[in-house]
């Protein structure tokens, strides 16, 4: 344990949003752990840890693990930009999902036919795994399924069994979503209604000025992919109902689950997943620093108000 302050985690994906928020922190103090900068000290009046997370699953699963184990997190806030997955909302806007899901958890099958590896369609437990219900699957074969997560309190309890022998084969549960913290989630709703008039406008050549909002959204999506083919961002507006995707927040939310921890995600959309009609628009939009704005905004404006939630009697 590097740090025995209680606080809250906060982690960004990239770098200009985590300079922006060590420019607001007060008594800031680094520690470096493993060649990554861990920040210490308060943003709006609340202890917290700021890390960047980097870009991808991997090193989101790794600096979030990393930050658990040596400092005193009570809860975690993410938050950083996005592809955008559905086209009523637009670049700037700021989407706060309250489940997140790994959309590239899959069993990939010869055929679009449902599986049946364990003798019945749609039972993979013989392999330890779950198809998720009701998604159809993307082209041939590609089908989503669940993650298996343990905690201390699912740890003992199976999560599937063999459907031969009954034996269990997995532990802990089977996810597919991981909510946000019903809390944490609540506070969002309240306290960032009033962040949204202060976001930038996005204004980039050939458009008009385009004032942000921030999204109230059901379910966003990561994977270890950039999305970048609209025939698969319509495949996860049409069956998952997914708003935005990213490469990092469904790992951090995994963590959060596997040690307890309340944990929410912000993301500032960049771009529409797959659009390759205004290749112009979205590098100067990228280049302006407005999503990574817009998410320090949002991520302050939540902290706040956690702040004053918690206070309450």
Known sequence: MTECTPRVGVMAAFGQEADLLHERMQKPREYHIN????????????????VMSGIGLPNSVMITQLMINHFVVDSIVFSGIAGGINPEHKVGDVVVPRQWAFHQEVYLANTAQVPQPCGTPGELACLGLQMAPGLAPYGEGYFQRTTNVVNAATGGQPALHDPFTGAPVAYGEMRFDYPADAGMYRVAQASLAQVAGTLESVCVTGSPCTPPRVVMSERCVSGPMFVASSAYREYLARELKADCADMETTGVAHVARANGLPFIGFRSLSDLAGDD?????????????????????????????????????
Do not use: D, M
């Open 277 to 313: 009609g205004h290749p112009q628009a979205v590098g100067e939009f990228f280049g302006s620093g407005i999503a990574q704005r817009n998410a320090a905004r949002v991520t302050l404006g939540f902290l706040k108000g956690w702040r004053e939630q918690r206070a309450r009697p």
């Open 35 to 50: 060649g990554n900068r861990f920040t210490t000290g308060t943003l709006e009046g609340t202890p917290v840890v700021l």
